[in-house]
């Protein structure tokens, strides 16, 4: 819904400052999914669900009340705390479902993830044009009512083999300030330049997360298995996630600016909110079906060909838009390619993780491939911001920057599939078998 109104706020808070509701969700849902993925393996996912749902439902309503961005920010900040839904959406689906339709049901997540935002769009365009865009938060507080009351009836009591246990709190305490100086720096950075002031705080911010490095090695029950990162698989999906979150994930930041900048402006089409919203409604609703199929064929053939394949859509997309974009039947159809690319991304990198996760980690090892994801999506937005900075007519971008952002993205999506083409092979079978082999000293399968 954001992306559809970012125009509208752009023109009431400036480019800067609408990008910062996005970037501060980003921020806090990058922490949240470790600490409340974490959480849910200890104490139960369907009781942290509730509890993530419960704390995003204040920040919407604080948002939806609040007079100035600065409060608006704040609530949005709170609505971070759903960024655990789907990894422990993930570990649920795991403890369900039979072994042989665990990619599957992985894959139908994150379709349903990519293919909710076909909603989103238009709904953030009939806000923008039909009433006040703060009027969207009112939707996303009633949202988790509706699914509060579905979750404590419907989702299945926890069963957990290794209950209870210490909750690494320093490593919480030094992961979130470090990713947050990282991402004040960017963002500083890319309003008022590279002053000594910046680079400390990107400098302050990689010590922190080196230190908090250290201290997860030597934690007796870490936030987050470093040790696992290093991995080949692991590596594999952090670095293509971080690719996806910081590319092809904010697409439509670049779209529907596109879509709605006024013609006379030299680029763009006209359109209003809503209209744009539809226009974009068919490449979302076809995430729906991207998601279960690539589970589906993840589980048969392994997560690599997959993962390759959504590299090469995205990468021909963005070269195609890049090229083309004059009518709008181009950059509908590079729009298309690019979401059947990125849901297909997400939906075969979490597969990734789970064919090498032990069951009883899984919502804490997806986690961190969306924390990578929204650290990246934050960094992201924040250069799509700088590059799309107006520097034409009224102020808005020309059309050479849009084709700097274009060319940004279709570089991020050719990085994906070099990763895609580089993860070893795997068998297909059951998920998680290596994982379990390495906990109880066996040879890894």
């Not at 480019?15 to 910062?20: F, P, R």
């Not at 199929?293 to 589980?299: D, I, K």
């Not at 070269?319 to 709008?328: K, N």
């Not at 298309?336 to 899984?362: C, F, H, K, R, Y």
Request: with cysteine; charged share 10%.
């Amino acid at each position: 819904m954001l992306y559809s109104a970012l125009p509208t706020i752009a023109r009431e808070h400036g480019l800067t400052g609408a990008t910062w509701l996005i970037t501060a969700y980003a921020l806090v849902s990058a922490a949240a999914a470790v600490l409340g993925s974490r959480l849910g393996d200890m104490y139960g996912r369907k009781r942290a669900l509730l509890v993530v749902l419960l704390v995003g439902l204040a920040g919407s309503v604080i948002s939806a009340l609040a007079r100035d961005l600065a409060w608006i920010v704040a609530g949005r900040m709170l609505q971070g705390a759903t960024g655990a839904i789907l990894p422990l959406s993930f570990g649920i689906a795991r403890a369900i479902s039979p072994p042989d339709r665990v990619q599957f049901s992985i894959g139908t997540l994150t379709g349903a993830w990519a293919g909710s935002a076909a909603l989103g769009y238009v709904l953030g365009g009939l806000f923008a044009e039909h009433g006040h865009w703060q009027q969207m938060f009112w939707v996303t507080a009633s949202l988790p009512v509706l699914v509060m009351l579905a979750c404590a009836r419907i989702a299945p009591a926890d069963h957990l083999s290794a209950p209870g246990g210490r909750v690494d709190w320093l490593g919480a305490a030094l992961l979130v300030p470090g990713i947050v100086l990282i991402q004040l720096g960017i963002g500083r950075g890319a309003e008022r330049g590279w002053d000594l002031f910046t680079l400390g705080e990107l400098f302050a911010g990689a010590l922190l997360l080196a230190i908090w490095s250290l201290v997860e090695l030597r934690v007796k029950a870490p936030l987050v298995d470093v040790r696992q990162l290093v991995r080949r698989k692991f590596a594999a999906a952090n670095a293509a996630s971080a690719l996806v979150g910081m590319g092809a994930a904010q697409a439509a930041l670049v779209v529907m600016m596109l879509l709605q900048q006024p013609v006379a402006s030299g680029i763009g089409f006209g359109l209003g909110a809503t209209l744009a919203g539809l226009v974009k409604l068919p490449s979302n609703l076809l995430s729906l079906g991207v998601g279960p199929l690539t589970g589906h064929f993840a589980g048969r053939r392994g997560a690599k060909t997959p993962i390759i394949f959504s590299g090469v859509l995205m990468t021909i997309a963005w070269i195609a838009m890049l090229l083309a974009h004059t009518q709008i039947w181009q950059v509908i159809v590079a729009a298309l390619l690019s979401a059947v690319g990125s849901a297909m991304a997400v939906a075969s990198i979490a597969n990734l993780v789970v064919e090498v996760a032990p069951s009883e980690d899984t919502s804490a090892a997806t986690a961190v491939v969306g924390v990578v994801r929204g650290v990246f999506a934050a960094i992201g937005a924040q250069i799509l911001g700088l590059l799309l900075a107006g520097q034409g007519h009224g102020g808005r971008p020309d059309e050479a920057a849009y084709m700097h952002a274009m060319g940004y993205v279709a570089v991020t999506s050719i990085g994906v599939l070099a990763i895609g083409l580089l993860i070893p092979a795997s068998r297909a079978g059951r998920p998680g078998v290596a994982g379990e082999a390495r906990r109880v000293g066996a040879k890894p399968a």
